[in-house]
């Protein structure tokens, strides 16, 4: 297997072409990570949910994380991380056309208001369903893409199980780091 950089244009292909991703948040140190239904344009992904975790910590600390990804095969795949921040679009005249935007973006796509949108028990007591429109403004992109072509590889780079910082590494590994 042979793994790459993506060029920004390869990785913002794969954040237009796909919308499912895990969007990570955090709050007090702990870290949160949750599916995200998203849809991709003018360096942003815009979004929805209701009221619950992710809304309460972005509200909070608006610097996020989104990971999204195009598996084929565990030797081949396209992943993609964006850090970012997050924009509420509240409910308001002034953000009205910003709302509707982001509204015509997702419902583009099939199923758009999964998982955002489906009912859900909070301490024995149904979510509200009102939706948060959201945005996230990507101020940093990076991907990878894997393939299977191990002829790609310089015979000089492949891993041959039986050389030996490969059998010292995993030895060290299997007794605990640092030990010897």
């Known amino acids: 297997m042979l793994i790459h950089d993506l060029a920004r244009g390869e990785s913002i292909q794969l954040l237009a072409a796909v919308h499912l991703g895990r969007l990570a948040c955090a709050h007090g140190g702990q870290p949160y990570i949750t599916p995200l239904y998203f849809a991709y344009q003018d360096d942003c992904l815009y979004s929805f949910s209701t009221f619950g975790q992710k809304i309460e910590w972005m509200r909070a600390n608006p610097l996020v994380c989104v990971e999204s ?32 935007h982001a509204y015509n973006l997702l419902r583009r796509n099939p199923m758009w208001w999964e998982p955002g949108y489906v009912k859900t028990m909070l301490d024995g007591t149904p979510r509200a369903l009102e939706p948060i429109y959201f945005r996230i403004h990507i101020s940093h992109v990076t991907g990878h893409r894997a393939s299977a072509d191990a002829a790609a590889v310089h015979p000089a780079h492949r891993i041959r199980e039986d050389s030996g910082w490969f059998r010292r590494m995993f030895h060290r590994s299997s007794h605990g780091a640092g030990k010897p």
């Open 69 to 100: 990804d195009n598996i084929v095969s565990p030797e081949t795949w396209t992943s993609v991380i964006v850090l970012g921040r997050y924009e509420e679009l509240p409910d308001t005249d002034d953000y009205r056309v910003l709302r509707t």
